[in-house]
């Protein structure tokens, strides 16, 4: 039967949860165990797949083709078990499967109230979101419950975690909370009053915490942690101290060495093996020394918010573990280069456009891409960034003026990218296009495995198939592809069935490495085995900072 492992958090939000809980999975992974980990979004929207990236953050994409929270992204880097749909629910999603339930007569006339009908279908949502890890049946299932104890918005949650826990009997169910202990800088303290609030709301729904989990800039001391211990009513090696480092991959340890897991193992009665951690220690070790370095410009619309970007940004991460390089992130606002040029990018080894949604900025991003083809610099285009470059390439290199998507422009001449109802009509013109009233109907979402054309760049880097995550509605259009290809242009991997194209690549006599994807690689890069398109890129960085360097020196030498 599995267990589970409920993870709370208190005081603020956006201290971690997701990090924690799958610091913790891994540790448990590490000790021989199957785990898997859900996460419960108490807002009412369906998924995130339509909220703005400045309030929400990233959209993770599962292999299934949900739309889920972001830190489903953590759970997948940090363990083998990949996610799916069943792994992450929200609020809109218990309440519409029990309406739809209630239109349908299943409760026979009963009054449908939050107690028992929400929180028994939260409690169904959870077991069956557990047996449907792909690894088998998981021994631990850590559930982590979003928003703030004390929140409305999670108050079903709670109550159904502690009803959850209360059926299944000891030793079934366990809780980790989350909590802040801030430093003071006018009373120069780490204060535990928060802590102590935080566990009193908690204990006052009927949960009692196994382990706290105290948030701070600093290692919180003995003696605060002995205080904190009393205050609530947890035994006081089960005050984990949590404090802030500088890489993500070294949370694993820290909790390791503070007993989490056996805390765990013990509290659920699991038969666990010692814990393994050489692999977390060979990444930190690895990250930490780089021989090389690179710096990136990325350039998008929603710089001044990274969380939007938190798959991309630990892709690359991984990449220089396993390139040993030390890769810079710059981000560059595309509105920015709109308006003052590309002269900000003259300075970077590699410039990359990520995906993203409307037209704000775009211009700006083909003035990047621009750049980096002219100037021979590596480009790495992702979604978006791919069809920005056919864009650019189209209208400067293919003779293709105006040339542009109809997300942009409807009445464009040359629609070289579209949706792929707006290809042709019945008398090979282009179709207008039509509004769909459901934003999440026209997605192209999760894995599609596509053969890889051979002799190519993408052939070199994948091998014979592509196996990727998509997010996007609109296509290359293949009617304007021979002209691309005449003037140097490669699609270098097709989608079997459709024969919609998935890579694009310039021909190495134009550019020594251009290439863009209409998936998202980074949804499958792992700290473990890094991705190898990420890999190739930052390698090409590498080559490309080198040869500046040393066409640098004959100029200076006059050689």
């Known amino acids: 039967m599995t267990k589970y492992v409920f993870v709370t958090g208190g005081v603020v939000s956006s201290l971690g949860k997701g990090i924690a809980a799958a610091s913790l999975a891994a540790i448990l992974e590490s000790r021989g165990l199957k785990v898997t980990l859900l996460k419960l979004d108490p807002y009412i929207n369906v998924d995130p797949g339509t ?49 739809r339930k209630e239109r349908r007569g299943e409760y026979l006339g009963k009054t449908v109230q939050v107690i028992p009908h929400i929180t028994n279908e939260i409690q169904a949502f959870v077991e069956r979101g557990a047996k449907s890890a792909t690894s088998g049946e998981p021994d631990v299932a850590i559930v982590e419950i979003g928003g703030t104890v004390g929140d409305i918005e999670s108050l079903p949650y709670l109550e159904a975690a502690r009803q959850m826990s209360l059926r299944m009997g000891r030793n079934h169910c366990c809780f980790v909370h989350l909590t802040l202990v801030p430093f003071i800088h006018t009373a120069g303290e780490l204060k535990t009053k928060p802590t102590q609030h935080s566990v009193q709301k908690l204990r006052e729904i009927g949960i009692l915490p196994h382990a706290l989990l105290c948030r701070a800039d600093r290692p919180i001391p003995d003696d605060e942690r002995a205080k904190i211990s009393m205050f609530s009513n947890v035994p ?128 700006g991003k083909i003035a990047a891409i621009r750049h980096a083809r002219e100037s021979l610099i590596p480009y790495l285009g992702i979604c978006l960034g791919m069809q920005l470059a056919v864009i650019e390439f189209a209208r400067d290199v293919a003779g293709l003026a105006g040339a542009n998507s109809t997300e942009f422009d409807p009445d464009t001449q040359h629609p070289v990218v579209a949706l792929i109802t707006e290809w042709f009509d019945r008398d090979g013109k282009v179709e207008k296009r039509t509004e769909s009233s459901d934003l999440g109907g026209t997605m192209r979402l999760g894995a599609q495995r596509c053969p890889v054309k051979p002799g190519t760049k993408a052939a070199t880097i994948y091998g014979a198939d592509v ?72 390698e090409a960085a590498r080559k490309y900072k080198t040869s500046r360097k040393q066409e640098a020196l004959k100029q200076t030498t006059g050689a």
Do not use: C
Request: charged share 25%; aromatic share 8%; no cysteine.
């Open 51 to 99: 909220m703005s990236p400045f309030q929400h953050g990233e959209v993770f994409v599962t292999e299934d083709g949900a739309e889920t929270d972001l830190d489903l992204g953590h759970y997948e880097r940090f363990i083998s078990t990949k996610m799916r749909k069943a792994n992450n629910f929200t609020t809109g999603q218990i309440y519409e499967s029990v309406i």
């Open 236 to 363: 006081n090696d089960a005050v984990i101290s949590v404090w802030d480092v500088d890489s993500i991959y070294k949370i694993p340890q820290m909790l390791h060495d503070q007993g989490l897991d056996t805390i765990i193992v013990d509290e659920l009665k699991l038969q666990a093996q010692p814990a393994d951690l050489s692999m977390w220690t060979d990444l930190v070790e690895r990250l930490e020394n780089p021989s090389e370095e690179v710096t990136i410009g990325m350039v998008g619309k929603y710089v001044d918010l990274t969380e939007s970007y938190k798959s991309l940004i630990e892709a690359l991460k991984h990449a220089s573990i396993h390139t040993g390089t030390k890769v810079n992130i710059e981000y560059i606002d595309s509105e920015v280069i709109e308006a003052d040029g590309p002269a900000a990018l003259a300075h970077l080894d590699a410039v990359l456009v990520p995906g993203g949604f409307g037209r704000r900025g775009t211009e």
């Open 467 to 538: 196996n990727e995550r998509h997010r996007h509605r609109y296509e290359v259009n293949n009617r304007f592809v021979p002209q691309l290809e005449a003037g140097g242009m490669a699609i270098s991997a097709r989608t079997p069935t459709e024969d919609l194209p998935e890579m694009m690549e310039l021909r190495e006599d134009i550019h020594p490495w251009f290439v863009g994807v209409q998936f998202h690689p980074e949804f499958t890069s792992t700290p473990r085995d890094g991705h190898p398109l990420f890999k190739a890129y930052v």
